[in-house]
């Protein structure tokens, strides 16, 4: 197995992203990349680019700036949902989820789904089905 495969998103690796994207680890390309300290960008990619599994992760100085953090991402997202494309959207700019993590949050406006966990916020943007990311929100999370 190549390098590539043996690279971890906060502990999340392709052995992880496996069984959402149906392939075996060692045909996962993953893609790790830290934007800036504390944040990620992952993506764990099936052969051909038929399917993908893509998440961000941000881990906060403390659990009382995460809190914040996903407080100020859900402001964003009311005001995003006032504008004229999204004043439609059947549940709003965003729905809370419980039972995942510490906090969740979902939104129609991207598609994604944020789950907070202490001080570690992951955000996951593919697969595009709610329920599917929120199994890989649980995945993610037990590797904490």
Request: some cysteine.
């Amino acid at each position: 197995s190549s390098a590539s495969n043996q690279q971890s998103c906060v502990g999340f690796t392709a052995e992880d992203a496996a069984p959402f994207l149906g392939v075996p680890a060692a045909q996962i390309t993953a893609n790790v990349e830290e934007s800036y300290p504390g944040f990620w960008l992952c993506s764990f990619a099936q052969p051909g680019g038929s399917g993908s599994l893509s998440l961000s992760v941000k881990i906060a100085g403390s659990e009382k700036e995460a809190v914040s953090d996903l407080e100020e991402y859900r402001n964003h997202l009311e005001v995003a949902g006032e504008q004229p494309q999204w004043k439609d959207l059947p549940k709003g700019a965003y729905s809370d989820i419980s039972g995942v993590g510490d906090d969740a949050v979902w939104t129609d406006i991207n598609h994604s789904l944020s789950v907070r966990k202490g001080k570690t916020t992951v955000q996951i943007m593919q697969p595009a089905d709610k329920m599917e990311q929120i199994k890989v929100a649980e995945a993610f999370l037990k590797k904490l």
